[in-house]
């Protein structure tokens, strides 16, 4: 081993660290309490000793009655959110029956199409009691809409219901992939649903501004905050050059962050993540309310840390994941399945990933004081540390004219390509040890169980939408998708041409496709 | 044809609607380092659009990244078209194939696959025996 030691994000890490280190540091104003500013110690004053983080595991596949009943499942076994993943179509705006679907339909998440399979997956949800993440990002403002609606037949009024989309588009160009329309056009639909959302659904999270993908795509710890904050700059922007004011939306956002295994770096990463976002939005953007100023967050384990080797390793890495961000001070959290290298968790396997949260949350201790790792010489160090590298990359995004700019000239993804490299090299030539995958592997290792997907559902999903087609009136059809173009092609919201639009059974795809024909599609 | 020494020509594509591309950019630059002619297809191919390009570069090998599981419809699909064209270039999968998948997979043309955590080694030598295997 050599003396030089850098962890994932290429700090240096000294041998020892000590009160030399912390020379002409300031905790006041680098640190304050706890839900005070610059609020690096978390944004709420008690933190997990008034309520512990909502534990929220993602789950979607086949059909809406299959997720349904996982979902019930989750919330029997003391689960406190839902997270809904929907499948490629859905996601793209392609309906189960476009060729496009062929081979994808429940696939990654379940198929949504149609206010019809919005109602079973809702059904007999508590949409006035439980939150509703949503991981749909072009299609947001459909999905949200459908949410909305279905909580009305239920007799739950917009004011009453709360969860979050993702709708974080940027990050789909630099990193995830599902993207439609070009970003100039997103970031229309974005400033719509900001609008819409905080006059008729105030508790709604409008947007998830998500690092997660940037990470699993191969970036650093300080990639990931950097790009990220850099693509919330932009939305705010965004808004505010479209005439809304930031204390109107700013409150809303919301982030969702990676946690992978280098513990001190992710921990310094989510409180480096919260100094920045409070500096931004008080300075920058001159944000008046406190609330506009807080980092909120959820976060994930890192899929991309799962070996398929050895699977019941990735419990422990999961666990160790989890530590991070509940010391980093996360607001929601979903743990992977150990098994999740190699499929759709199986219900064991997603039942211990909750249980590692319940074990941290109940078990541990590490809940009973806020942020336990305040005035650690190492972390308070590295937090400065990474709070100043990711500002660097923030001001040169600004220099290149801000993330969209940067975006259309393919920065982020360059930098995000080389380092997925760096570590694909670094694992292959053994300079990293990825434990029972290049070092301490096993030759018995036996198959696991893997999570079945019927086959038939594709039929069944596509038979379900033709019905649902058959029954409506299809003149009234086309003249709700006829005045959402004219919405897109002018300034008007698009979401209340979808809202009618979705009221006279038009389907997911075909609202698409009114707005792929006004807006065009993104071709890098 | 002397696979070792010889150039070979490798067209990588994502065929289908996942966006993921991490794998299939990495694969692409480690088929480089090997001395290997690589071609990157993008993102959202069709197996039509995948044959299609194969043939016009005149690839050795066809390397698929499939992560979405739609692997048992799509990849048989990019066979029969590259088929339809009236040549026989190998496809090789990499990312998320349960084991139980494998068989039918092969029976369907399907010449190599590998799976997460496969090494750079491993994903040149997989390349270069579906190649030689082809030109027998």
Redesign the interface.
Known sequence: MSDELRNDSGIEIKPLYSAADLDDWDPASKLGAPGEQPYTRGVYPTMYRGKLWTMRQYAGFGTPESTNERFKFLLGAGQTGLSCAFD??T??G?DSDHP?????VG??GVAIDSMADMRLLLKDLPLDKVTTSMTINSTGAILLLMYELVAEEQGVPSSAISGTIQNDLLK?YIA????VYPPRQSMRIITDIFEYCAKHVPKWNTISISGYHIR???STAVQEIAFTIANGIAYVDAAIAAGLDVDEFAPRLSFFWNAHNNFFEEVAKYRAARRIWFNIMNDRFKAKKESSKLLRFHTQTGG?TL???QPENNIVRVALQSMAAVMGGTQSLHTNGFDE???LPTERAARIALRTQQIIGYESGIVDTPDPLAGSYFVETLTDEMERLALEYIAHIDELGGAVAAIEAGYQMDE??NA??EY?KS??NDERV?VG??KFAVNDDP?PE?FP?N?ELERGQKARLGEYKAARDQAKVQAALAALVEAAKGTDNVLYPMKEALRVDATLGEISDALRGVFGVYQ? | MNTENTSLRVLVAKVGLDGHDRGVKVVARLLRDAGIEVIYTGLFQTPETVAASAVDEDVDVVGLSMLSGAHMTLAPLVVAAIRARGVDIPVVIGGIVPNGDVAELKAAGIAEILGPGAPADEVVAAVRRAAANASV
């Not at chain 1, 995830?176 to 993207?179: I, K, P, Q, S, V």
């Open positions: 490629l179509p996601q793209m392609y496009r679907a062929e081979g994808e696939k990654v789909e995830r992939g599902t993207y699993e795509a191969g991309s070996t398929a080797q290298a190699l499929s995000i390509e997925a490299y694909a694992i292959d990825i995958l290049n198959e893997v997907i086959p890098p």
